[in-house]
């Protein structure tokens, strides 16, 4: 039996960096310093650098990140923001958190926000629009800053999942007013755990964001506002420097390998697979296909010990704390992709030869039998 191929191997990094990671801990857990040190203040200017934008501050997860962001530029409740139908529940949860209401809209086929619905959702309420750059594929910010901009409205990118990718030539999570950012340890960067940050062009806004993620202290023991406890340790934030300058060529490797996926499903009527508009420049955090038996599929590859993942199972509307609240029939694109996606193994480390054997096991799943 041929060896199994598993969705995610984040050992394989580990291996790659042959002791450095360990030498990396092992130097912050020596230094004494474990929280708001030099470590973390390093990491912030070189990722606000690399994102093209003035600020970048570390937050505890990037659930936070969105929810410090909206908070620190004013959002709450009474509020409205909208945010995308097909999306990780966190979003929607962080825009909660605030006080305010999350407003879905619709996905088009990118699995992106579609900026066609986005002008019919704002209301006298909507204060702020969170799109999201989904499996690292860019929304289309110049459409959506160009309907929202008249209107006043914050936007706030959630680029949890989109770490280096471009949108017409420049990178997410500097184009809004403020990108928020995950480091969970799946992510194209990834810590040791959680981990995130908000990064920005606006001085208040970063100034506000650091205030409110330690107590709304300033000084010690000198509480200014009502914050909360969400800071990145300076053993993450020391693992995520040494991984910054290796980010572009592991998303390289994975444009690489979505490549091959993308020609093996060229022209498959039961597959779909993600394409990319001319503007986009996506890093393939994950690599969805819509498989007309998703379900099928995924069983079959399992047999063949190959791991997929299905993102996800739940719509944010369909889980029990928004479950209700909309008709039926509300969002049939989300609602249709979610029934077919089926996420394959896809990761830096992944040999070449694995990736075409995952798509060769897929499309067995769609051909007609062998004459016997």
Same mark, same amino acid.
């Given at each position: 039996m041929s060896e199994p191929i598993p969705y995610l191997d984040l050992g394989a990094l580990a291996r790659e960096l042959d002791g450095e990671l %360990?030498?990396?801990?092992?130097?912050?857990?020596?230094?004494?310093?474990?929280?708001?040190?030099?470590? $973390? %203040?390093?990491?912030?200017?070189?990722?606000?650098?690399?994102?093209?934008?003035?600020?970048?501050?570390?937050?505890?997860?990037?659930?936070?990140?969105?929810?410090?962001?909206? $908070?620190?530029?004013?959002?709450?409740?009474?509020?409205?923001?909208?945010?995308?139908?097909?999306?990780?529940?966190?979003?929607?949860?962080?825009?909660?958190?605030? &006080?305010?209401t999350p407003v879905p809209v619709d996905v088009d086929t990118s699995y992106n926000i579609d900026p066609d619905q986005i002008a019919a959702a704002i209301g006298e309420r909507?204060?702020?629009?969170?799109?999201?750059?989904?499996r690292g594929e860019p929304a289309d910010m110049e459409a959506i800053t160009k309907i929202v901009s008249d209107k006043g409205l914050l936007v706030i990118e959630d680029a949890a999942q989109a770490h280096g990718a471009r949108c017409h030539g420049r990178r997410v999570g500097g184009i809004g007013n403020a990108g928020a950012f995950s480091f969970y340890p799946t992510?194209?960067? &990834?810590?040791?755990?959680?981990?995130?940050?908000?990064?920005?062009?606006?001085?208040? $806004?970063?100034?506000?964001?650091?205030?409110?993620?330690?107590?709304?202290m300033r000084n010690r023991y000198e509480i200014e506002s009502a914050g909360v406890n969400s800071r990145l340790a300076e053993i993450q934030a020391a693992v995520l420097r040494l991984l910054l300058p290796r980010l572009d060529g592991w998303n390289r490797a994975r444009s690489s390998l979505a490549d091959l996926y993308r020609e093996a499903f060229a022209g498959q009527d039961a597959i779909s697979s993600p394409s990319s508009p001319t503007w986009a420049d996506p890093v393939w955090h994950l690599f969805a296909i819509n498989h007309a038996d998703?379900?099928?599929?995924?069983?079959?590859?399992?047999? &063949?010990?190959?791991?997929?993942?299905?993102?996800?199972?739940?719509?944010?509307?369909?889980?029990?704390?928004?479950?209700?609240?909309?008709?039926?029939?509300?969002?049939?694109?989300?609602?249709?992709?979610?029934?077919?996606?089926?996420? $394959?193994?896809?990761?830096p480390q992944l040999d070449p030869d694995a990736c075409e054997r995952v798509a060769e096991a897929v499309l067995a799943t769609v051909r007609p039998p062998a004459a016997p």
């Open positions: %360990e030498r990396t801990v092992a130097r912050v857990a020596s230094s004494g310093w474990y929280l708001l040190g030099p470590e $973390l %203040e390093e990491f912030e200017r070189e990722f606000a650098a690399y994102c093209g934008s003035r600020h970048c501050v570390g937050v505890g997860s990037g659930m936070s990140a969105i929810e410090l962001a909206l $908070l620190a530029a004013g959002v709450g409740p009474g509020d409205e923001v909208i945010v995308p139908a097909y999306t990780w529940v966190a979003t929607w949860l962080a825009v909660s958190r605030t &006080g305010a909507t204060t702020a629009i969170v799109p999201v750059h989904l992510k194209n960067l &990834g810590c040791l755990g959680d981990g995130g940050a908000v990064t920005t062009d606006d001085d208040e $806004l970063a100034e506000r964001v650091r205030l409110l993620r330690n107590y709304g998703r379900d099928a599929c995924a069983a079959a590859l399992a047999e &063949g010990g190959i791991g997929t993942l299905v993102h996800y199972p739940q719509l944010p509307h369909q889980t029990p704390p928004y479950r209700d609240r909309w008709a039926e029939g509300a969002f049939p694109v989300a609602k249709a992709l979610a029934a077919s996606t089926l996420s $394959l193994p896809l990761y």
